[in-house]
């Protein structure tokens, strides 16, 4: 199982040890999307927040300057604002207050208003080595959780629900998958 850790402290590696603009966004997942709503700003106004957000998001960088790390893996819990457009080159800019935290991957500087950003209540970060290599490598649409109950592995690509005891094919590389039959959420043992 992949390791998470919080973003704070990931951020000396984040900050220091990868060279962005060559780096590249390869995989963007997210639970049901949620109305946003109206809250207040640093200043006390009111400020409406007209759109739709994820719940929780998954995103994937294909990270370039670290030898070790060829990829990072964000998780963002409760999503509070998304966007995302056409990207020039990455950047990585991350904030952290009392009321969540905020993560841009844009360089403003070249593209002022194009680019990714999420502000969310938590985030997590994975460093990805040589598993994620491959064009076949990829995380997988389920979002982990710790509430993932353990599939076992049967012959070749099948796994068994615990719940139900419905039996699915998958990929190995997905650790994470959701029974067809009771929808529970499953980790590969």
């Known amino acids: 199982m992949t390791n998470y850790i919080q973003i704070e402290e990931a951020l000396p590696t984040l900050i220091n040890e990868f060279d962005w ?3 590249f966004i390869r995989e963007l997942y997210f639970t ?6 109206q809250h207040e700003d640093n200043l006390g106004q009111d400020m409406i927040c007209e759109g739709f957000a994820p719940l929780n998001l998954r995103l994937m960088i294909a990270a370039s300057g670290n030898p070790k790390v060829f990829g990072i893996e964000f998780i963002c819990e409760d999503v509070k604002l998304f966007s995302f457009q056409t990207l020039d080159e990455l950047q990585f800019k ?3 207050d009392r009321d969540g935290v905020f993560c841009d991957f844009v360089d403003h500087a070249i593209s002022f208003d194009k680019g990714c950003c999420v502000a969310s209540r938590d985030v997590r970060v994975a460093f990805l ?24 592995k049967l012959e ?3 796994r ?6 419905n039996a699915w094919e998958e990929r190995l590389d997905i650790q ?9 959420l499953t980790a590969l043992q």
């Open 21 to 23: 603009p060559h780096s």
């Open 32 to 37: 049901s999307c949620h109305s946003l709503q």
């Open 94 to 96: 991350c904030n952290i």
């Open 129 to 152: 080595g040589e598993e994620y290599l491959g064009p076949m490598s990829r995380l997988g649409y389920e979002i982990p959780s710790e509430d993932a109950i353990k599939a076992m």
């Open 156 to 158: 070749g690509y099948w």
């Open 160 to 165: 068994q629900c615990p719940t139900c005891f």
């Open 176 to 184: 994470y998958s959701r029974c067809p039959e009771c929808g529970r």
